[in-house]
């Protein structure tokens, strides 16, 4: 029999110790989040007083969206702001279609660099892109990420789906430094029968239930926000953010058909929209309360060695009033 040498002995020593250590930590809580919030609006115009009340330790403001447009990516919702700084950690985030990437267009990340650099006045160490890809646009936006990652210089972090978390085989892993888990907008908005399609614990559990770590630093987000959904001839027409519920019990105009649902029966103006006759109104929400123990909930399930933040969305929802 061939005697294990001292050098080879240590070895496996080590590799044990290595390997039932890593069981241990497996086995130990996530350590606490920091609170971070996202800001959605195009007036960035905070009071520092909401960030301390809040015990906001980051920051993450959308800067622009980009969509398909004219046969061409084009930017929109531009953020304005008259502010020299800001309180705490800023990190840059530019929303892009999934439609962008079926179109690929060759400069797009440098394009997002220089509209950045003019709407964004901040000092900044990460960027984040908010994209709902699919594995059909898959290869374009692991490309655009991987050139922005690049050319930033920057840390780049990009927002993933339940979906893609939970079917990495064919959504693949983001080529990013971290991510962050979107555990909102679960349900089918396009359809009337969805009961509430920003938030439901059941469809939350069933993407998370079973998963192995996710291949990244994982940070998590949750939702207390409102909105009326627009359905006209079966359709999605419009979505219509924080709504006038007082006007709903004007039935010269709404026929409430249940707690959340309303059909017009007569046209009018809602939201600043011109709706007609026979559109159908559904309102939604997630609330504070549901958005904290979904957090509360949720993050030892998802966190892993690099995780940091629990992000809400977003600060300045009258859900947080």
Not at 77 to 99: C, I, S
Not at 107 to 117: F, I, K, T, Y
Not at 147 to 152: D, F, I, P, V
Not at 269 to 297: C, I, P, S, V
Request: hydrophobic letters at 40%; a neutral charge.
């Amino acid at each position: 029999m061939r005697r294990r040498g001292p050098n080879g002995f240590a070895r496996w020593v080590g590799l044990f110790t290595a390997v039932f250590l890593a069981g241990c930590q497996a086995d130990l809580p996530a350590p606490p989040p920091e609170t971070a919030v996202y800001h959605w609006e195009t007036q960035l115009r905070l009071p520092d007083s909401l960030l301390r009340a809040r015990q906001v330790h980051r920051l993450y403001i959308k800067v622009f969206d980009v969509s398909y447009a004219d046969g061409r990516p084009t930017p929109s919702a531009l953020l304005e702001t008259d502010r020299a700084g800001l309180p705490v950690e800023g990190v840059p985030v530019v929303f892009l279609t999934n439609e962008v990437f079926a179109h690929p267009h060759a400069g797009l990340a440098a394009d997002v660099l220089r509209l950045l650099e003019r709407r964004f006045p901040f000092p900044y160490a990460e960027l984040q892109i908010d994209c709902d890809w699919t594995a059909a646009t898959r290869a374009a936006y692991f490309a655009f990420l991987g050139e922005l990652g690049r050319l930033s210089g920057k840390a780049l972090s990009c927002t993933v789906r339940l979906h893609q978390y939970r079917d990495r085989g064919t959504q693949g892993v983001p080529p990013v430094d971290r991510a962050v888990l979107m555990a909102y907008n679960t349900g089918d908005l396009d359809r009337w029968e969805t009961e509430n399609s920003i938030f439901d614990s059941a469809i939350v559990d069933a993407y998370l239930n079973g998963q192995s770590p996710y291949p990244l630093p994982l940070d998590l987000a949750v939702a207390a926000y409102d909105w009326a959904v627009v359905y006209r001839r079966g359709t999605l027409a419009y979505l219509v953010n924080e709504p006038d519920l007082e006007a709903l019990a004007d039935t010269a105009r709404f026929a409430r058909l249940s707690p959340t649902r309303y059909r017009l029966d007569s046209s009018t103006y809602y939201g600043g929209l011109y709706l007609y006759r026979n559109d159908l109104l559904r309102l939604e929400k997630a609330t504070a309360a549901e958005a904290r123990r979904l957090g509360r909930d949720g993050w030892p399930r998802v966190a892993n060695a690099g995780s940091r933040y629990l992000i809400y969305y977003h600060i300045g929802s009258r859900q947080w009033e």
